[in-house]
């Protein structure tokens, strides 16, 4: 599992993992934390997410060919290495269980009320797992085809929704002059940005990847830009008031809009839900990669078809554990604090050791 990729696939690879399941609760989120001034905390957001992402990218390559696995502990040592690769595994495999979850909650909410949550869950677990016994290039290859089509299909989408919209519904532009309202809006916003840290487990290869720098960071950059867009274009057509009560507010939104003029196209939702479903499959495939090579380089002597089994049953498991939307929250609530140390305290010694070794020498 040492396959090395693209430096066009390590970027769309990151849009998978960062825009999945969080864009469609984002709207009401930012709206309820910064009212009509949600893009500034969302470009304060983007901004860290940027320099976060610098750092992951930068230790990658200047520990050539490796991932967390291999410079975790050449950096830190073999035993506390080992225990910040055995942290990130945790953190993809609970990942993998909410995000599963959530989209099982959705697509039961708003399109088969009467189908089970956990029937949903299973079967996208079980696609996800026939993903996971190809190599990362096949996930990349597919990402890439997948993702240039989701992000075409949402700005084609939102620029409909935009054009249902009012401007006078995302005005004040700067909403609140309370600069502390934005500040303390911006650590709660980071959840829908958490996805760099995947980089951690794709080896980088310095000839391969000349320049590879400047993608992720471009990525991040453009996917700020996409989920201002995104936030602006749902609160510009029902108004701040209203999309703080809407969750998955993007749907609803988009439920609520018929453009006659356009024939197939007149209820957007249905097709968002397309587009929706194939970046989270990118997303789930991503995330779940991460979880089997880590553990695959942790446990040598375990057969790879056994952790990815392991993977599908645990995940599963754990995806039932929350009985109601509330306990649902609350583990998005646990996800969210271990990735403030998974995409800023742990990249963050690792950029300095790197740091210093590299001047050390």
Known sequence: MKESLTNRQIAFMLFGAVVGYGVIDL?????AEAGTGA???????TAIVVLFTYFIIYIGYNNENQTLFEYSQKLMGKALGKLITIVYIIYFLLVLS?????????????????????????????????ALTKNLNTIARVTEIYILIVIMGYIFIHILMATQGKTVNIRPIFGSEDLMIYARASFKLLLPFLGPEIIMFIPINKKANKGVIKYPVLSV??????????????????????????????????????????EIFRRPDGIYIMFWTLNIFCSLCIWSYGYVSLSNKLIKKMPLNIIILSAIIVSFILSQVPKTPDELRKMFSLVS?????????????????????????
Request: glycine fraction near 6%; proline fraction near 4%.
């Open 27 to 31: 709207p009401n989120n930012a709206a």
């Open 39 to 45: 893009w500034i905390p969302l470009t304060f957001t």
């Open 98 to 130: 909410v995000l599963v979850r959530a989209y099982s909650e959705v697509i039961t909410t708003l399109f088969f009320q009467k189908t089970p949550v956990w029937s949903i869950s299973l079967f996208f677990l079980l696609v996800v797992g026939y």
């Open 221 to 262: 950059l453009f996917i700020g830009l996409l989920i201002i867009f995104i936030v602006e274009s749902t609160i510009s057509v029902v108004g701040v008031e209203d999309v703080v009560y809407y969750n998955a507010s993007v749907f609803k939104v988009l439920k609520g809009i018929d453009i006659p003029y356009l």
């Open 337 to 361: 604090y271990i990735g403030i140390f998974t995409l800023i305290v742990g990249p963050t010694i690792l950029f300095i050791m790197t740091k210093v070794k590299k001047n050390d020498k």
